[in-house]
């Protein structure tokens, strides 16, 4: 199998860590760059010289997914696992670490031999099991797959790691073509003061009773509606009960939606997850089962209902959809959570580090700056964009702020709404006049511009006795923004048709 050069690069940056005398490596790569065909690359490599490796990883997922690429690789491997058949005449293993963990010290239980050994997910590192199959072989080279290398406090893994080896970021294998770039939509923000912080993260008793209400729940299906366009969808949820209760009400407006959990049974899952491929259901809702070890590029849209605060798991959710596939264009992120207020935008990584105990991130919960130096949420659709990247026009609607527009802010990790200056009489007769000469210029009839001023004010002009004004750029952007609105409903109405 050809490797991308990015890939190759990885592998030699490995070689030559463990050639300068590092045992304990961890390799970082953006969810989607392939950090299994690197794996798979390298025990090839090592089983040509007569080594004999193991791959571990947490979930059924994670070891059938290694299963495949190996076979592809063609490299003859064994797993254990619950419910598969052992193989111990080949010198290359994959292991369920539950299983491991649970036969390890029977006496039944032909324990394997590994020169090297790749731990996925290895952000989970920390954890008694992982631990344990490290100390058990004190002579292996380990090498550690992740694309988050902290704890959810945001602490590094330099405690068990002794070197960090980068495989792109998000950035730049969006730029080569490798992963998709994303569009995010902020249309609600939750009120999550006064929740408890446990572990790092939101206490998930006191989030799911916030967040699991017919009103919150009725604003995702009513954004996705209007912002989806009708793109195949995973959302994220607070709980089980959460993804059930926003599955139930996509179904009730006409859009076909299921619900996956990790207590169902293998089989319903899979099942679950076929639908959604085959285009039977449009959106899936999920608790915890979707942040690893998933990969269906066709996906191109993701809802995030689940606040957290940490930041690994943000970018587990983000790194679902980034995965190209035939005329995917972009991945469009619905945020219902905040996220990406608390923790910016997915490409924004930072610079890695091993350190135990630094912080991976800078605080954000700073007063705001300027607005060209903060993410700007377009009033009219919705879109969040960088002013640093984007300009300070919405590249989605071409929505531009101005002084009298309300801004939305950052300040100390809260939304901060700038009061709403109420148009003056001048202001709005100018309005009606630029609206007469874009009417005339089309041939409409008058009454179209008396319609759309009241669509912008809620009320028809006081007075019509006014000279048609030139439509400057505000309001040519306004109109701009109504025809795009309008051309979505009437393709989703169509769909729904």
């Known amino acids: 199998m050809d490797l991308r050069e990015y890939q190759l690069k990885a592998i030699d940056n490995l070689r030559h860590q463990i050639k300068s005398g590092r045992k304990k490596i961890l390799l970082v790569a953006p969810t989607g760059s392939g950090k299994t065909v690197i794996a798979s690359s390298m025990i090839q490599k090592a089983v040509e010289k007569g080594n004999s490796c193991l791959f571990v990883a947490h979930r059924r997922e994670l070891v059938m997914q290694c299963s495949r690429k190996l076979s592809e690789f063609d490299i003859s491997h064994g797993i254990i696992m619950a419910g598969k058949s052992p193989n111990n005449m080949t010198n290359v293993q994959i292991a369920s670490i539950q299983t491991f963990s649970r036969r390890k010290d029977r006496d039944d239980f032909m324990k394997p031999l590994a020169d090297l050994i790749i731990l996925d997910e290895a952000h989970r590192s920390v954890t008694e099991c992982f631990k344990n199959i490290i100390d058990d072989y004190p002579n292996a080279i380990i090498i550690g797959l992740t694309a988050t290398p902290c704890r959810n406090d945001g602490r590094g893994l330099g405690n068990l790691y002794e070197e960090l080896v980068e495989c792109g970021n998000i950035r730049s294998l969006t730029r080569q073509g490798f992963l998709v770039p994303n569009r995010i939509v902020a249309p609600t923000i939750p009120d999550l003061q006064g929740i408890k912080i446990v572990a790092g993260d939101y206490d998930k008793s006191d989030l799911n009773k916030r967040m699991n209400r017919i009103k919150l ?281």
């Open 217 to 497: 729940i009725g604003d995702i299906v009513t954004h996705w509606i209007e912002h989806g366009e009708d793109r195949p969808t995973v959302c994220f949820a607070t709980s089980i009960a959460h993804s059930k209760h926003i599955a139930s009400i996509f179904n009730d407006n006409g859009v076909k939606a299921g619900h996956i959990d990790g207590e169902m049974p293998e089989i319903e899952r899979e099942e679950q997850l076929e639908l959604l491929d085959s285009g039977k259901i449009k959106v899936l809702s999920n608790c915890m089962v979707l942040t690893e070890g998933w990969d269906q590029p066709k996906v191109s849209c993701i809802i995030v209902a689940r606040p957290t605060k940490s930041y690994p798991l943000y970018l587990q959710m983000i790194g679902r959809t980034l995965r190209p596939y035939e005329k995917k264009m972009n991945t469009l992120i619905i945020d219902h959570s905040g996220c990406v207020y608390e923790h910016g935008f997915p490409e924004d990584v930072p610079n890695w580090e091993l350190k135990s105990g630094a912080r991976k991130r800078k605080n954000r919960k700073k007063d705001p700056v300027e607005i060209e130096k903060q993410p700007i949420t377009c009033l009219e659709c919705h879109t969040v964009y960088d002013p640093r990247e984007d300009g300070i026009e919405c590249p989605n609607c071409n929505w531009m702020p101005t002084k009298k527009a309300k801004v939305v802010l950052i300040k100390q990790g809260r939304l901060v709404e700038m009061p709403k200056i109420k148009p003056s009489t001048t202001d709005k007769s100018n309005f009606y006049a630029q609206l007469l000469y874009y009417c005339r210029q089309k041939g409409y009839k008058e009454g179209w511009a008396s319609h759309k001023f009241k669509e912008k004010f809620g009320h028809f002009p006081h007075s019509k006795q006014v000279m048609p004004v030139a439509t400057g750029k505000e309001v040519m952007n306004w109109i701009m923004h109504l025809n795009i609105k309008m051309s979505k409903s009437k393709k989703f109405n169509e769909v729904r048709a």
